[in-house]
């Protein structure tokens, strides 16, 4: 046992190592982080511990809930060649937008620790040989449903959309006429932003009508699955879904579910962890399983999402920031993350944890849908991706609005795309 002499000599010995890197080199480096539900209290967190295990100081930057305003909002830091932000918290579609922009962080890594995380999102980080950010949390596409309510009205999980329709109309008029009259029966992110780019994309791809942009780059969208997926979509707006969802994005469709006034909610994983908090009014009434499939032919399909850390080139301390990144991708910080935020590690190994299994369960029972969600084809329309994905949610929005037609939206979809590509030349 040691005694409380080596104790105290120790503990002087590790404040003394802080002082003297703080004395020496500590810098002030900062990083970007997003701020939907536990996000940004949960990055200070980390970036404390880092903090206070390295003695460089960090500022945590907080950036708008839209990942389409955040990246019109990095790409002009970035154009600018402005230091101010040294750590980019950058969405699993940007990697081919933005990797001129970021330091190889494989050196920084190592090959081992790279090697933990899933080979596909190393993959999709990796641009021109170059690893232009970390994994940090993946995502996916999920189901919520009001558990009470479904066994009250004697109810199972919808399997189809059709279903989930009938579902959520019969439980919205019963509940309406039992006094709820806020009562939704479906709500999504419907809003024209990337979070719809994401809805309308498992709706098409569950409907089997591909995924816009086939991976050889040859332009899809125009198909009459695409257009049946949509015209279901739009029959929502206003009947199962209010008229408002059209402007909702993922926070304001979990403020209504949350508050108890939907059946059915499509989200990421991040609000299990806000609906399952003390002061939800759904605690222990929810469940979450995949999403549903586009009638009995159909599949589940999940759009992928996920965010990632890139060191900026025009940093002046990138490999200070090359640490942080490390030390917040790490199999510890991401398994915190899962419990506390249901944020889904990048790390398989934690999907068998326990203590992870215990707090999200349904990291488990839905692990397939983690594994195999769809992406979206960020990969091969690379810098043109924000065009591509821009095109596509206005052109859903006009549909869901009432303002377009679903096959002719498609068409004069397809032919803008097939301009952007240059006849798929991407
Ligand atoms: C989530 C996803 C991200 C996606 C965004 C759209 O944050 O992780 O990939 O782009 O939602 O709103």
């Not at 934690?350 to 969600?373: C, I, M």
Request: hydrophobic share 45%; charged share 20%; aromatic share 8%.
């Amino acid at each position: 046992m040691p005694n409380i002499l080596t104790l105290l000599r120790a503990t002087a010995l590790a404040a003394l190592a802080a002082a003297s890197i703080q004395g020496a080199q500590a810098a002030s480096i900062s990083i970007s982080c997003g701020a939907l539900g536990r996000e940004l209290e949960l990055c200070r967190e980390g970036v404390a511990a880092w903090s206070a295990k390295t003695g460089h100081e960090v500022r945590v930057v907080s950036t708008p809930h839209s990942a389409t305003e955040r990246l019109a909002l990095y790409q002009q830091i970035l154009a600018a060649g402005s230091s101010d932000i040294d750590v980019f918290q950058i969405d699993v579609v940007w990697p081919g937008i933005l990797a001129s922009q970021f330091i190889d962080l494989a050196p920084h890594v190592g090959q081992d620790e790279v090697a933990k995380h899933f080979p596909a999102i190393v993959e999709n980080n990796t641009v021109g040989g170059k690893l232009v950010a970390m994994p940090w949390f993946t995502d996916a596409g999920v189901l919520y449903y009001r558990r009470d309510l479904l066994e009250k009205y004697g109810k199972q999980p919808p399997a189809t959309w059709q279903a989930l329709t009938e579902t959520a109309r019969e439980i919205q008029r019963a509940e309406r006429a039992a006094g709820n009259e806020r009562m939704q029966g479906f709500v999504f992110q419907g809003r024209a932003y990337e979070g719809l780019t994401c809805n309308a994309l498992e709706w098409i791809a569950s409907f089997g009508g591909g995924t816009i942009v086939g991976d050889d780059g040859k332009i899809t969208v125009d198909n009459p699955r695409a257009a049946e997926a949509l015209k279901l979509a739009a029959s929502w707006v206003g009947d199962i879904a209010p008229q408002g969802v059209l402007n909702y994005d993922e926070e304001e469709s979990r403020g209504v579910f949350q508050s108890g006034n939907a059946v059915f909610m499509r989200n990421w994983p991040y609000a299990w962890a806000l609906a399952q908090a003390p002061d939800s009014a759904v605690k222990d009434k929810v469940g979450v399983v995949a999403l549903p499939r586009g009638g009995e032919g159909g599949r589940h399909a999940a759009a992928l999402g996920g965010w990632q850390l890139a060191v900026s080139k025009h940093s002046a301390h990138p490999e200070i920031a090359a640490d942080l990144v490390r030390f917040l991708a790490s199999e510890a910080e991401q398994k915190r993350r899962a419990i506390e935020g249901a944020y889904n590690p990048t790390i398989p190994a934690l999907y068998k944890d326990e203590a992870v299994l215990a707090a999200v369960p349904f990291f488990g029972s839905l692990y397939e849908t983690f594994t195999h969600a769809v992406a979206r084809p960020s990969r091969v329309t690379g810098d043109r991706y924000n065009r591509v994905s821009a095109d596509f949610h206005t052109a859903v929005h006009q549909v869901l609005s009432g303002r377009a037609e679903p096959r002719s939206a498609l068409q004069g979809l397809e032919r803008r795309l097939s301009r952007v590509s240059r006849g798929g030349r991407w």
